[in-house]
């Protein structure tokens, strides 16, 4: 297998997520997977952010490239501008003509340049700064011909759904009506929706309680079943549904609110608090289910202190989860963290005061007894 060429690739700013573009109709656009990558299954993406810029250098030459919006017949779509020397390319719809048209201005001669190499995509440092802070990382898998693009998970206790929920979305392309079409599956509520879109234009959407009943409606791909269609019967999928906690709790307030705070560090019941009701008590399997959440999101689990010694427990997004984890380390021997707060029960304290309290309230009764007796034997 040929090795492909390495190049110095500076991330200049990492750009920006925008739902509209990299979780609707056309977030085929807007993602792309790693050349070493290409062979997996399921294919974890990453995504090609609005005003993402790069410089790579090339024959002692700084070229940046930058990111921008473009609309083309298939909707939104990333636009790539090359710049070297006070030159400039014409915004265009391939990173590769972008960088190979500048180079040419130049070096007057053609080149051969691969415009995701050359942006730094295959590279571990700016792939994971591009991974950071996203709400879901979009995946894909192949069902026969077609890819089932995954971007979103939710959970629900229905069993016609395999269990998936509100917040669930899949999407792949397929011809509708002799057009190439983007068909766009979601859960919410009760109902099951497919919507499909020619270019900016939506089609027609169809509506219904379950996968089976509304690919029926839609009447074609009838060789597989609606829940094949939707995604739902995919290993990679099953597991993030189980993994994931009820739709009932607003899980994605977490990681909204953990995204807009600079510290890459949570403590993960201190933050129950914000989402459950005052009284709830977080089971072993709700547990479970957020810590293996937080795993699949790229999150670290960092605490400095065992799980005899208390519940507390620290998580990092950190891309470098090392750093945090010695910092929590040497703050803990140190003395400036308590691996009780103030704001948590301490169960062996409690037992502790509760075993002191019942001896002492012994100790009364029996002194009650012996002088109310002593007092009857005097009568």
């Known amino acids: 297998m040929p090795k492909h060429k390495e190049y110095t690739v500076t991330l200049i700013s990492s750009g920006l997520i925008v739902d509209a573009l990299h979780y609707g109709p056309f977030c085929h656009n807007w993602w792309i997977s790693r050349p070493s990558e290409k062979r997996e299954n399921p294919i974890f993406l990453h995504p090609i952010r609005l005003r993402m810029k790069t410089l790579v250098n090339l024959k002692d030459r700084d070229f940046i490239i930058e990111v921008v919006e473009t609309f083309s017949n298939y909707g939104q779509i990333p636009g790539y501008i090359c710049k070297c020397d006070g030159i400039q390319s014409e915004l265009c719809e391939s990173l590769t003509a972008a960088v190979n048209s500048v180079y040419k201005e130049i070096f007057q001669t053609n080149a051969k340049y691969s415009g995701p190499a050359v942006m730094g995509f295959d590279i571990p440092i700016i792939s994971e700064a591009l991974l950071k802070d996203l709400p879901f990382r979009a995946f894909l898998f192949p069902l026969g011909k077609l890819n089932i693009w995954v971007l979103g998970i939710g959970k629900s206790n229905n069993n016609e759904w395999n269990f998936a929920g509100t ?42 309680n379950n996968p089976e009943l509304v690919w029926k409606e839609v009447a074609i791909l009838q060789q597989y ?87 507390c427990e620290f998580w990092s997004r950190s891309s470098a989860p090392t750093v945090d984890q010695k910092n929590l380390m040497m703050l803990y021997k140190q003395g400036f963290i308590n691996p009780i707060p103030v704001h948590f029960q301490n169960k062996t304290e409690i037992f502790w005061d509760s075993f002191r309290e019942a001896v002492n309230i012994n100790k009364m009764v029996t002194h009650l007894g012996q002088s109310i007796f002593g007092d009857y034997k005097e009568m």
């Open 225 to 311: 079943e609606g829940k094949e269609l939707f995604g739902l019967e995919n290993n990679k999928i099953q597991q993030l549904v189980l993994s994931t906690p009820s739709s009932i709790i607003n899980w994605q307030l977490l990681f909204n609110d953990w995204r807009s705070e600079t510290s890459t560090i949570i403590e993960l019941r201190t933050q129950f608090k914000k989402l459950y009701p005052f009284n709830h008590n977080i089971n072993d399997r709700e547990l479970h289910a957020w810590k293996s959440m937080l795993k699949n999101v790229g999150c670290t689990k960092i605490t400095p202190f065992t799980k005899e010694q208390s519940e």
């Open 167 to 208: 917040g669930y979305k899949t999407s792949f392309i397929y011809t509708y009506r002799k057009k190439r079409c983007v068909f766009v599956q979601e859960l919410e509520d009760d109902n099951c929706q497919v919507t499909i879109y020619s270019g900016n234009e939506i089609c027609n959407i169809y509506v219904d």
